[in-house]
């Protein structure tokens, strides 16, 4: 069941290289072809940290403890927020873990956003840049 108000999480994981893990939708409706986050709406009753865990596992086969875990930022929109964790560690090998909704999974480097395969999902350039300033909230269409 999904808020009526969207909470949808997301997550920056980043490899042993400081490569960001982004994953192309495919065949869901919505931003398909765009390399995103993983992530996805928080289900009735849980937590925004237990969202973005389960989404990592279920999008990605990667584990993260709770401790692992931080939030990043709040990205308020018309009909709902985006928060935004960071992953600081976590345990398993990063597959495509639901096949029937991405196509393509890589490591990129984020430093630089022409770096990132295009086209990236409208609010990763916002999220990275709270990241590096240390800004927790920012409103976008």
């Known amino acids: 069941m999904r808020d009526a108000f969207r909470i949808v999480v997301h997550t920056l994981v980043w490899d042993d290289n400081a490569h960001l893990l982004l994953l192309r939708r495919a065949n ?19 937590t925004a940290s237990a969202a973005a865990m389960r989404e990592c596992h279920e999008e990605a086969g990667i584990e993260i403890e709770p401790q692992q875990l931080r939030p990043i ?23 495509i873990g639901e096949p029937s909704k991405c196509d393509d999974l890589v490591f990129a480097i984020p430093h630089q956003l022409s770096r990132l395969p295009a086209p990236v999902a409208p609010f990763i350039p916002h999220a990275l840049d709270c990241r590096s300033s240390g800004t927790w909230f920012r409103e976008f269409e």
């Open 28 to 46: 869901t409706g919505f931003m398909d072809g765009r390399y995103t986050l993983p992530g996805g709406h928080r289900r009735g009753g849980e």
């Open 73 to 95: 930022a709040a990205l308020p929109y018309r009909d709902g927020v985006n928060i935004v964790f960071e992953a600081i560690a976590w345990t398993g090998s990063a597959v």
